[in-house]
């Protein structure tokens, strides 16, 4: 034995580890076990403090515990000649160099696209993400290791949707083959309707009409249940035969749903990922077709999460209607990487650049809300040439610590310690706080949606470290420099982000538009008349100032490639 054989590990299901297929005996401590994990999947050095803040904040000696579990995993991990586990005083990885982690190859193979892979791999693929995501290993007290592994789980489960639904439209001409996948997908998504469509058509096209009925019924009152606006996806799947014959019923199974998903909201989208130029990975999404139209990273964000939910959902439904409309995770946050030191607006733009740069988007509509102004007001100061609009709404271009009074700082200190102790927590003293800074007019259902994102989007530590470092900002000297067409909306009465920040803002920017909005709200509820407003004022904006540029031939083709496409996609 080299000692250079590969390991495999399995973190779908129960955590396993395997030498040439024989099992190795885990370690009975579960926070051993979860840090191998956390080693595993991460694929990088961390720092020791870091993950004793992680696991072990409650010991007197949170050193002496890391040493202990380092010291039971390493008869598991590592061999003669070849250690895996790499230490040092300050930081722990683990070298993937021959080790094998069960769901990093499956979202490696699948990054590179899923064309290529054949209809054997992808059912294999599917199989092995019906295990749940370290299923059985809970640690109440470690709240930033479950909040990892929430947002670990979420991204599983939107892969298997994803290779579910290339499955189902594979076997097209073959619809019993199709079913089973078809099962599967309408028990991961209840509340899409179109999920729900295809199962039913599938179980009327092979024969089952008492089930596809029996189905129907349940699908129509679980709709109902969770609100879900339907489309008539769920009742036209439903029609009998003659009916299906007079619209069709030979056609493939899959595009019928689909179509009419596609008329009332954002299909499914793909999370892809990059790297930053300081080797931070940045997920990213699009959907939609046209002029694209990127969307700076904000506050709580979880690209699949937010997408669906009542908070953001209808920014992404509103702007993919006829535009490529593309948002991402900033570092820390999301399915981004979270273990990154630097929060600061340098670090942020460079999370933007790496996306743009990927996509290789020539020329843009950029769009900052809320924290994500500051960095769109620094890319479009640096990149004049790539934006071709700047949509800037509830924002800010100073911190909350720069010129402020004493009662203000200790506001947002006490806010920060609220974070840090009751970010992961179900508390509804600290949701109503936050409730009623960002949308006070909000229902209960958007509250816990709001609690979830919580959650989801980031680690306790980074939201507190995020939202001190947001004191720190200024970028009101980038401001006279802003070269394109600047629209600038901000809520009379918005209490987390002042509405003087906005006016100081366009007071700066030369030529800026400011429109006023009549709301409480920070962020836009889609009932909320101001949400309408600004949505007419960014479109007239878009319109006009797209006019303007063609006339006096100022504005180049929008999503060509540049010579220079940045870091590539991993």
């Not at 395997?18 to 009975?28: A, I, S, Y």
């Not at 993400?129 to 709240?143: A, I, N, S, V, W």
């Not at 999404?285 to 694209?292: I, K, N």
């Not at 994500?372 to 800010?396: D, K, M, N, Q």
Request: glycine share 6%; net charge neutral; with cysteine.
């Amino acid at each position: 034995m080299t000692g250079k054989e590969l390991l495999h590990v399995s973190v779908l299901g129960n955590l396993a580890v395997q030498d040439h297929g024989t099992p190795m005996q885990l370690p009975r401590s579960k926070k051993t076990r979860a840090l191998l994990a956390y080693l595993a999947v991460t694929g990088r050095q961390h720092s020791r403090d870091r993950l004793c803040a992680m696991f072990w904040n409650i010991p007197d000696d949170p050193r002496a515990a890391l040493r202990w579990s380092l010291t039971h995993l390493r008869p598991v991990i590592d061999r003669p000649g070849c250690r895996r586990i790499i230490a040092d005083r300050e930081t722990v990885g683990l070298d993937l160099g021959s080790v094998a982690v069960d769901i990093v190859s499956l979202r490696n193979a699948t990054r590179q696209g899923v064309d290529s892979l054949s209809t054997d791999s992808l059912r294999r693929a599917v199989e092995a993400l019906e295990g749940e995501f370290l299923e059985g290993l809970y640690l109440p007290d470690c709240q930033e290791f479950q909040s990892w592994c929430t947002a670990q789980r979420e991204e599983t489960r939107r892969l298997r949707v994803r290779l579910l639904t290339i499955l189902v439209t594979r076997f097209q001409g073959a619809p019993d083959d199709a079913l089973p996948h078809a099962r599967a997908l309408s028990l991961l998504e209840p509340a899409n309707e179109a999920a729900q469509a295809i199962l039913v058509q599938l179980l009327r096209t092979t024969g089952r009409c008492r089930e596809a009925e029996a189905h129907f019924q349940r699908a129509q009152r679980q709709l109902a249940e969770l609100n879900v606006a339907r489309t008539g996806a769920l009742r036209q799947a439903a029609q009998p035969p003659q009916a299906e014959a007079r619209t069709g019923a030979d056609d493939e199974i899959v595009p019928a749903p689909h179509a009419e998903r596609r008329r009332t909201g954002p299909p499914l989208h793909d999370v892809r990922f990059c790297r930053t130029s300081d080797d931070v990975q940045i997920a990213y999404a699009s959907v939609g077709d046209g002029p694209p139209v990127v969307w700076a990273a904000h506050w709580l964000s979880h690209l699949s999460f937010s997408w669906e939910s009542p908070v953001w959902r209808h920014w992404t439904e509103e702007f993919a209607k006829d535009h490529c409309f593309i948002h991402y995770d900033e570092r820390g946050s999301g399915l981004s990487d979270w273990d990154n030191p630097d929060f600061s607006i340098d670090a942020f733009v460079r999370d933007l650049e790496a996306v743009v740069d990927t996509l290789g988007l020539d020329r843009f509509v950029l769009i900052g809300s809320s924290k994500g102004g500051p960095t769109s007001i620094a890319y479009a100061a640096r990149h004049p040439e790539r934006v071709s609009h700047l949509v800037l709404y509830g924002t800010f271009a100073q911190g909350w610590r720069i010129n402020a009074n004493p009662l203000d700082i200790e506001r947002r200190e006490a806010i920060i310690s609220l974070v840090r102790q009751g970010w992961a927590q179900d508390n509804p003293a600290f949701r109503q706080i936050l409730t009623t800074l960002y949308f006070p007019d909000a229902t209960l259902e958007e509250m816990r949606w709001l609690n979830d994102l919580q959650r989801l989007s980031a680690s306790p530590e980074n939201a507190a470290r995020l939202l001190r470092s947001l004191g720190e900002v200024n970028v009101v000297d980038l401001l006279p420099t802003i070269s394109a067409p600047t629209l600038i909306l901000h809520c009379r009465d918005d209490a987390a982000v002042s509405f003087e920040k906005g006016r100081l803002i366009a007071s700066r920017i030369p030529a800026a538009r400011f429109v006023s909005l009549e709301s409480h709200n920070h962020i836009l509820l889609p009932r909320d008349p101001a949400w309408a407003r600004f949505v007419d004022e960014v479109r007239q904006f878009l319109r006009e100032n797209t006019r303007s540029c063609l006339a006096i031939g100022k504005l180049p083709l929008v999503g060509t490639t540049r010579p220079d496409n940045g870091p590539g996609m991993t």
